[in-house]
């Protein structure tokens, strides 16, 4: 089964992207993602200075997922600058991700990223566990949105990604906005939340900044719905992502409007070859059900 | 299902039951907790407020776990008294194979003996005949010599000549190369001394393991901070046999 899908004009040869900040600190990690399967790579999101994040405990787990806050512990924008400068050892497409506190310094990123061999940029605006950062900088505001895709459009003629939050109930607003300053697609959604994850024996929040960004199956039902209705409203792609382990998840996302399907925490459950593991089942359903193609699928719940 | 591949990751309590300590730099806890885990596997624990680090059980029913001080959370650990409580989770990784292995030789260097007792143990039970060689600064930082001398024949260095042979480990595993055929060598410590070990067995043509050590986040595939190369050493690891470390260039250049 042909699963080619394609996102801004750029070529997939199947539908499924590293998410990023799992396996994306540098290119020996993704290339475990790309040994995994997958049809694209994202870097985990960089800063302009090296952070080197929250204390750990960094993960708290409970029974439908997983609670993050890593705090952006990334290598800064001078390291990372090197460290992707050649990215020959990979045969399918490696997005950057970066992300700031203001436009400005959104702006700096992306024109530093430009200059790389990443075939689109994106960004995250939606952390909700990173002071300065993301939902903390009050990133779920319009105008800050708007100001941020527009002083980064004029820096790239590389396709831009806004990395929402499905969690927020203006998230709409926010993705038109975005698709109107100059965003090529929208990756919906980052980690909801945030949540606790409470030690019950220590009577302490596991994780060392207490709360953390909430990913896994208990956040598909709501990304999905999140999809399904920017579907409605964008012209715009959409890169769909929260808790997508298996190919009805991924058959799932498409169906509610996705044109890519991303997976993070996923790999937790599976390993880094759940994007071949996901395939193989997508590729199953497909045949089973008289699908021939991944275009086939996109948007087709909302007949 | 009551425990998902999420859940499992828990913390669970872990009352500390007993503490020895060995010199001023070593200590050995007791938890009242057990677990199943395999000789070379490892577990996350968790000092609230402090942080969380990854340990090689020396014992798993009680759990047991040797310490050695180095940077703020061992220090921290060491404040920890009977009736103190930490959270465990795990157990992670891939153990060390010892299945066929009718002669084996251990080399352990300084705290790198917690990942290498039991499996003297669990070798010694499967038949197997075992050589351990053991190395540390000072005579005072040797522990679990009772158990190793039960189930192996021990051959102790110390740098300082306090106990046993004057000098490295290196010299008397070189010695007992000289003379002796190993099935695998097995050997955990601090990394310069591995990769001397690695190439030891690579001169003699013996099959080898090593349990690595990295600074690990997650400890369930995710993160990538355990990453040596494109291996995961949380996932992939901590053992990894001498064949697959010798062709990671990041292994070489480490420290
Ligand atoms: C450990 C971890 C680290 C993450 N780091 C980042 C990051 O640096 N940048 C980002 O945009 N999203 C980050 N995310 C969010 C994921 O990319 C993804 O949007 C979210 O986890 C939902 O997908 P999932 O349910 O498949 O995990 C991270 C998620 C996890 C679990």
Redesign the pocket.
């Known amino acids: 089964m042909d699963l080619q899908a394609s996102i801004c004009g750029i070529k997939l040869k199947n539908p499924l992207v590293l998410?990023?900040?799992?396996l994306g600190l540098n290119k020996n990690n993704l290339l475990i993602a790309q040994r995994g399967g997958a049809g694209a790579l994202t870097i985990?999101?960089i800063t302009l200075e090296k952070r080197s994040g929250h204390d750990t405990p960094n993960?708290a787990f409970f029974e439908a997922g997983?609670l993050?806050a890593?705090g952006?512990c990334n290598m800064g924008l001078s390291a990372a600058l090197e460290e992707f400068a050649d990215l020959s050892c990979f045969s399918v497409p490696i997005f950057g991700?970066c992300t700031a506190s203001n436009a400005r310094d959104f702006a700096k990123l992306v024109s530093a990223f430009d200059k790389l061999d990443f075939a689109a940029i994106?960004l995250?605006v939606s952390?909700p566990h990173t002071p300065s950062y993301g939902l903390l900088a009050g990133q779920s505001n319009v105008e800050k949105v708007r100001a941020i895709i527009k002083a980064c459009r004029k820096e790239t003629k590389k396709p831009i990604f806004l990395?929402i939050n499905a969690g927020l109930p203006n998230f709409v607003e926010i993705a038109l906005a975005a698709e109107k300053a100059g965003a090529d697609a929208i990756t919906c959604?980052?980690?909801l939340g945030p949540g606790m994850v409470i030690d019950i024996n220590t009577a302490k929040p596991v994780l060392s900044f207490k709360v953390g960004?909430v990913?896994?199956p208990a956040?598909r039902p709501m990304v999905v719905r999140a999809i399904y209705e920017l579907y409605e409203h964008l012209k715009i792609p959409i890169i769909g992502?929260?808790?997508?382990s298996q190919g009805e998840h991924v058959i799932e996302m498409l169906m509610a409007g996705a044109s890519a399907v991303?997976?993070?925490?996923?790999i937790l459950q599976r390993g880094p070859c759940v994007f071949r593991k996901c395939c193989e089942e997508l590729s199953r359903w497909m045949k089973e059900h008289g699908y021939g193609s991944i275009e086939e699928l996109i948007g087709f719940a909302h007949q | 299902m009551l425990t998902s591949r999420f859940e499992r990751n828990r913390f669970v309590g872990a009352k500390i039951i007993n503490v020895q300590s060995y010199g001023a730099d070593i200590k050995i806890f007791e938890f009242e907790c057990k677990l199943k885990a395999k000789p070379g596997q490892f577990i996350m624990l968790w000092l609230p407020g402090i942080g969380e680090r990854p340990f090689s059980p020396t014992k798993t029913n009680p759990l047991e776990l040797a310490v050695k001080k180095r940077g703020l959370f061992t220090k921290k650990m060491f404040e920890l008294k009977v009736g103190d409580c930490v959270g465990i989770r795990g157990p992670y990784g891939k153990g060390f194979k010892y299945e066929n292995v009718k002669h084996a030789c251990l080399v352990a260097g300084g705290i790198g003996i917690a990942a290498l007792v039991r499996l003297a143990e669990t070798l010694s039970n499967n038949g197997a005949m075992v050589d351990f060689v053991y190395g540390v600064r000072k005579r005072d930082q040797l522990v679990f010599l009772e158990r190793i001398e039960k189930v192996a024949e021990l051959f102790v260095s110390t740098e300082d000549g306090s106990f046993g042979k004057k000098g490295t480990c290196i010299e008397l595993l070189k010695r007992l190369l000289a003379s002796k055929r190993y099935d695998c060598i097995y050997c955990c410590g601090p990394e310069p001394m591995m990769v001397q070990v690695l190439a030891l067995c690579k001169h003699y043509n013996i099959k080898s393991q090593f349990s690595l050590e990295r600074r690990m986040k997650?400890a369930v595939g995710?993160?990538g901070h355990c990453a040596l190369g494109s291996k995961l050493v949380c996932k992939d690891g901590p053992v990894f046999s001498g064949k697959t470390l010798a062709s990671i260039r990041e292994f070489m250049v480490h420290e």
């Not at chain 1, 998410?19 to 799992?22: I, L, P, Y």
């Not at chain 1, 991303?262 to 996923?266: E, R, S, Y």
């Open positions: 998410a990023s900040g799992v985990k999101s993960v997983v993050n890593f952006y991700s994106e995250p952390c990395k959604s980052n980690t960004g990913s896994g956040i992502l929260g808790g997508v991303g997976i993070a925490t996923g | 997650c995710i993160c």
